[in-house]
């Protein structure tokens, strides 16, 4: 009995592992095709002006983050007539470490439709402060939606940089501009692969003492002081605690991350977006959030607020966003489409190995319950557990061993597992080596150093053995992240903000500030529509 029983898990090891290695061999074949070279000149900001599509770029900001300024600026450098940009920045309140950033970057690009929106002043939420949801992100945008000007908003975080021909091959994708005149299916939604740069080398100096200090507080991910400094430990071991998380999150984007959301964006089986950089139409999503008009919202769904306020309530807006555009039937229109050979860089400093723990906690833990089935079987597509499930495989069911003539032994499980792991770790230092080239990046004078890449004198490089304990470090890290976050607990921390996330996918408050902005049951809950997904943040 019991090697009957082996023998079936072997062979759903088999099959699960070669499922896996096959959606990462797409994401890989993908990510070279089209990250090897500079994408071509986009259609949409030469077509005759009164055909441009006028553009809202909304972004979001909270305290500072590293290249702030470079990463906020990067929007008035775009190819695309200035005359059809309309550019809004959010912030919470004036007291905001990121708001005096903006008032100079406002001040340094004359002759733009742009300007700053302060949450804390939005007449519509002046003394009724519960008629947004509780999601800080949603309330900081809510008042630059609904003054958009045109029809395409392009939700952009503060701390991600984008190439100067981004606007243009975004509207390309999101209206079907083809070269010559030719015209492909529009898509509902478009977004770029994010990809982060840690920059405690280059954004740290000698003090008098010659010890390695980040520039400022406000080179630190998530920092808010722009006026102290931050010192980066002599000792390899402290620094590696204090400031590798950078390090791991940026191995993790440009690994794993990168191959699954390559992978299920070419197939197009199900939504897969991250929310740095999204690009739909307003009249869409105003649409979708009607209950009159979008039968797919049911129970309390359909007495939520329309338009982006409808997502107030959830954790992973990007995600509910995305997934009811997808779900919802928009005739003449595809789903969703990756911007191919568009990059949404974000620059990473002083982040310590507590902080990247916390923040995948917050990114699992937020999924879910929007993605059951995808998050609990996460842990078996990383390297470790996956080359397990291959090596027991290979060596529990017969054939392998009546054919191929492989052992089956203990001995010869853990030298199958030491041979996938390695092979695995080759390919992705080829994946991240690729990705962090920066070969698909147009590079010109405004292009910061960070976004540069290896191939183009970028001030970050990575030496193998300092990749390697990055890449150690991640792939040992990831199943016990993976266990915390999905088994023992259910609060995030968001924004400077406690929430706990339900099993309707909306969120509680924690913080006694804001009780009064609790969720309740709505019409997602066990009405949604069931889909298989990879990493979605």
Known sequence: MSSVIAQALGYAAIIWGSFVVSVQALGIYKIFRYYSSVPPEPVSPHLPRHEVPHITIIRPAKGLEPG????LACVFHQSYPADKLTIYFCVSSRSDAAYPIIRQLLADHPGFDAQIFVEAEDPYLRGRADAVGPNPKIRNLSRAYREARGDVVWPLDCNVWIARDAAGRMVDRLCGYLPGGARAAPYKFVHQLPLVVDTVTSMSTADARGRARLLSGAA??????????VRVPSSVLERSWAHGGGRLEEMFMATTHAKFYGAINAVGVAPCIVGKSNMFRKSHLDLVTDPARNPVLTGRAATLPKGLDHFSLFMCEDHVIGDLLWRSDLPGFANHGLVWGELAIQPMAGMSVPAYVARRVRWLRARKWTVL????VE???ESLVCCFYLSFGLTTVPWFHDVLGIPQSWKALWYIWLAGVTTWMAVDRAVFKKLH???SILVDE????FVRGTSRG??????FGEWFLAWLGREVLALPIWTWAVFLGTSVNWRGKRFRVRADMTVVAIDAEDQEHTSHQNGYGGKRISTEQGKID
């Open 68 to 71: 702030l300024y470079e990463c």
């Open 379 to 381: 842990h078996g597509v």
């Open 220 to 229: 630190v991910t998530g920092g808010s002081d722009a006026r102290s400094a």
């Open 373 to 376: 089935s995808a998050t609990l």
């Open 437 to 439: 080239a920066g070969q």
């Open 458 to 463: 970028g001030a970050e490089t990575r030496p």
């Open 446 to 449: 405004h292009a910061p150093p």
